[in-house]
């Protein structure tokens, strides 16, 4: 059943109603009114409407209710059904009188009912229907809550006495050295030169180290190993390659995505500049509160430039790229959905807690009440968020972006000529000349499909038209957020339902953490700005704690607190709880750098432990929780692809202007873009592959890429057929294993010297003598078209190399990071 609604009225976020006013309003009602409505008006809405648009029917086609005066006041897919006093202004008007949509559809109402309804709106829609008043209550002890550890104050622990006083560098390694020898383990000892110099390699900046470095690595380390690692450190953390690499660990947080999701994933050809934007603060070092802020109230933070304010507006991108259902008729559902997502982002990200699991009901785990998902969801209920997808057949929910201020130097998109410009609008009035052609004739069943194809066509050209300038440049337009024009609290909803709201609850924050009671939200805003600091304020107990967890799992393969998006009452304790507390108190003294807090940790004896097996630890601690050793590691989706490229000597490190995704605009379903788009198979870092809901890169879902439809802390590890399928027949593999084989041709005087040069390219280290032995023998097998056996020193075919460079591609120590 299409909506009343034929026109766009600005939408009433959640039908946030005051109680009092719907009281006021029956009670304002003459005797004369009452009957009115009762005689005339209330029987004919029974009758006719509600069995499409009631609660009693459990239907609310298009978003409209229309069993009490709220529902027709906050209308359905478009806006406001009616305007009290003015039925020329009021949809629902026109859709009874069959001047555009025509309810009821089985026939118009005579006019004297017509007449009926038209006075009753004239007069402002006298109506004694509200909605009963609810009051959601919680039975929870948030005080008693407030004993889990993980919602405690920091505080300074005492650095441990150890009793091998000469293992440890820093306190970091004290803390971890007491844990262990507590439990009558011993660290291991040091990784060798080579092995560290890939792991800090591949764990800094995700790229191999080439041979060339290596050997350099090698040499420094016989000097003096520890300046040697500090000054490759320092090397690997002032490369531009570093933020490529942290940037991405965000964006698994952040739910980094070029596309909507769910049934229609349209694309969001915009979100790109997100993606550059977090990149850009790693390489920057960004202190990680002023991080928090941009992502969360950069609109709202002072800008003494035209450039600084513009990295503002693109950073909060972060709340905008989230999952939306396009095709949703209740503008309503849309809005709620969109904010809990928001806010299920935003306390993940930060904050590690799931509170979008009290949206429904008081968090069934954690000590959350409902009523603190509602104050937060009235922040971004008083926000506008811009996400830019042109409307259509398949986007009820259309979105504006974002004008930035600096125009792009090199336009991004496509560019149209005067001549395209003027054809498209010429084609623009030929649709809805056409349009209007058809709902003329729409007693015709066979114009229903042709309205359909009118609207899809004119949809895609008003969104072209919507994102060029007057001489068809893109325009520099970017995905985030407002203020929006009005502020207010968002009603509980009863069960999460939209259509049962029950009180208002002020805007606020989590009860549980102990500074909440510090911050009080003006009535001005919509509270994001004071969300910002509250967030990033040192004595929030979670945020410091989160992202230094968040930074010891991506440099251990395992965060001191297991759990990383969960530190509510089911997430794991922190196997080394003092050591997190003093981590995340000097992460904060360090000015909350993140740069600081990788060095101070890669820098440690923890960190540059062999990961060779003891059989007796591992007995005590199989998983290694207590660090007895250095966990090996499975190369990431990303890390896998882009050192094969830079194998194959093919990574090009430049980074690419904008993304594919934007060069097909915001109207394409991605999944249609597939074909084109994945695996771009363009040679840049992986980092810079479109990233579509459900369409991912074959590359990076065949290995464990995660799922950007919502936050993610910790990938999943698998090892399955089809990875080791890929490495040994996709073309992408073989095409990189050759361009090496040339080198090695090319590059080296006898097959020793390639071999040689291929394990420190592939494995970063030097072969064994029995690996070379092992590699001639291979060759001195291996036959060429020809048949020709060769001898050993001479010159292998390509193919031979090929194969050899692919094997050891193809190996799990190359997947391998120990």
């Given at each position: 059943m299409p909506a009343l609604i034929k026109r766009c009225l600005t939408i009433v976020l959640l039908g946030c109603v005051s109680w009092n006013v719907a009281g006021a309003e029956e009670s304002s009602i003459t005797p004369e009114q009452m009957e009115f409505f009762e005689n005339k008006i209330?029987?004919?809405?029974?009758?006719?409407?509600?069995?499409?648009?009631?609660?009693?029917?459990?239907?609310?086609?298009?978003?409209?209710?229309?069993?009490?005066?709220?529902?027709?006041?906050?209308?359905?897919?478009?806006?406001?059904?009616?305007?009290?006093g003015h039925p020329e202004d009021s949809p629902f008007w026109d859709a009874i009188t069959y001047s555009g949509w025509e309810m009821p559809p089985r026939g118009k109402l005579p006019d004297n009912v017509l007449a009926d309804f038209k006075v009753w709106i004239e007069m402002g829609m006298p109506d004694p229907r509200v909605r009963e008043a609810v009051v959601v209550e919680s039975t929870m002890d948030v005080e008693a809550g407030r004993d889990h550890w993980a919602f405690q104050s920091l505080k300074q622990p005492t650095v441990p006495e150890v009793k091998d006083s000469g293992w440890a560098k820093d306190d970091l390694d004290r803390f971890v050295q007491s844990k262990l020898e507590s439990n009558g383990l011993s660290p291991a000892e040091e990784a060798d030169a080579a092995t560290l110099l890939r792991r800090l390699s591949f764990d800094l900046i995700g790229l191999p180290p080439t041979p060339d470095e290596v050997q350099q690595f090698l040499d420094?380390?016989?000097?003096?190993?520890?300046?040697?690692?500090?000054?490759?450190?320092?090397?690997?953390?002032?490369?531009?390659?570093?933020?490529?690499?942290?940037?991405?660990?965000?964006?698994?947080?952040?739910?980094?995505?070029?596309?909507?999701?769910?049934?229609?994933?349209?694309?969001?050809?915009?979100?790109?500049?997100?993606?550059?934007?977090?990149?850009?603060?790693?390489?920057?070092?960004?202190?990680?509160?002023?991080?928090?802020?941009e992502q969360v109230a950069g609109d709202l933070l002072p800008a003494k430039t035209d450039q600084q304010w513009q990295e503002n507006l693109i950073a909060t991108g972060f709340l905008a790229l989230g999952t939306k259902n396009l095709i949703e008729r209740n503008p309503r559902q849309v809005t709620a959905d969109i904010v809990d997502e928001q806010i299920d982002t935003v306390s993940k990200a930060f904050l590690g807690l799931t509170v979008a699991c009290a949206r429904c009901h008081d968090h069934k785990l954690d000590p959350i009440p409902t009523a603190d998902y509602y104050a937060m969801a009235g922040i971004f209920l008083s926000t506008n968020t811009y996400y830019g997808t042109a409307s259509g057949i398949q986007n009820r929910n259309a979105s504006d972006l974002l004008k930035l201020p600096i125009a792009d130097a090199t336009s991004v998109g496509r560019t149209y000529s005067e001549s395209d410009l003027e054809g498209l609008k010429e084609r623009q009035q030929s649709l809805?000349?056409?349009?209007?052609?058809?709902?003329?004739?729409?007693?015709?069943?066979?114009?229903?499909?042709?309205l359909i194809r009118l609207r899809a066509q004119l949809a895609q050209i008003q969104g072209v038209l919507a994102e060029v300038n007057d001489d068809g440049t893109p325009k520099s337009l970017a995905m985030g957020v407002q203020e929006a024009s009005d502020f207010q609290n968002a009603p509980v909803l009863v069960r999460g339902d939209v259509e049962t709201p029950a009180q208002e609850v002020p805007r606020g924050f989590i009860q549980v953490l102990p500074h909440s009671e510090a911050y009080q939200i003006p009535d001005d805003s919509s509270g994001r700005m004071e969300l910002a600091k509250w967030l990033a304020d040192e004595e929030n107990p979670l945020t410091a704690r989160v992202m230094v967890n968040r930074i010891w799992l991506h440099l251990f393969g395992e965060g001191i607190v297991a759990t990383p998006n969960n530190w509510g009452l089911t997430g794991q304790e922190p196997t080394h709880p003092e050591l997190l507390d003093h981590l995340a108190i000097r992460f904060m003294d360090n000015g909350w750098s993140v740069k600081s807090m990788i060095r101070d940790i890669v820098l440690s004896r923890t960190y540059q432990m062999s990961s060779r097996m003891n059989e007796d630890h591992y007995e005590i601690d199989p998983e290694n929780r207590l660090l007895w050793r250095a966990s090996p590691r499975q190369l990431d989706a990303e890390s896998l692809r882009d050192a094969i490229l830079a194998i194959g000597g093919s990574l090009d490190l430049q980074r690419p202007l904008g993304s594919p995704v934007a060069r097909f605009g915001n109207n394409r379903v991605g999944r249609t873009l597939d074909a084109s788009l994945m695996d771009g198979l363009d040679d840049h870092r992986s980092v810079y592959l479109p990233i579509l809901r459900d369409a991912l890169p074959r590359s990076l879902s065949l290995f464990d890429f995660a799922d950007p439809s919502m936050s993610n802390a910790k990938r999943d590890v698998s090892n399955v057929p089809t990875q080791a399928l890929y490495l040994m027949n996709d073309s992408f593999v073989i095409d990189n294993a050759k361009q090496l084989a040339r080198r090695l041709i090319n590059d080296n005087g006898n097959v020793r010297e390639g071999v040689m040069h291929a394990f420190l390219a592939i494995y970063g280290r030097p072969p064994t003598r029995q690996e070379i032995q092992s590699s001639l023998e291979f060759f001195s097998r291996f036959r060429d078209t020809s048949t020709r056996r060769f001898r050993r020193g001479s010159t292998p075919s390509d193919l031979a190399l090929t194969a050899f460079c692919q094997a050891l591609i193809a190996s799990a120590e190359f997947r391998s990071l120990n």
């Open positions: 209330r029987p004919v809405l029974v009758r006719e409407c509600y069995e499409c648009h009631s609660a009693e029917s459990g239907k609310t086609r298009g978003g409209l209710r229309l069993d009490t005066r709220i529902g027709l006041l906050q209308g359905g897919e478009s806006g406001p059904s009616v305007v009290p420094a380390m016989a000097d003096d190993r520890e300046t040697a690692v500090a000054e490759k450190v320092d090397e690997l953390l002032d490369s531009p390659r570093f933020g490529e690499r942290w940037g991405r660990h965000w964006m698994d947080v952040a739910r980094y995505a070029e596309s909507c999701g769910n049934s229609t994933n349209n694309t969001f050809p915009h979100a790109w500049r997100y993606r550059d934007y977090v990149i850009d603060s790693f390489n920057d070092d960004t202190p990680y509160d002023r991080f928090i802020a809805r000349s056409q349009m209007f052609d058809a709902v003329r004739d729409r007693e015709n069943s066979s114009q229903q499909q042709t």
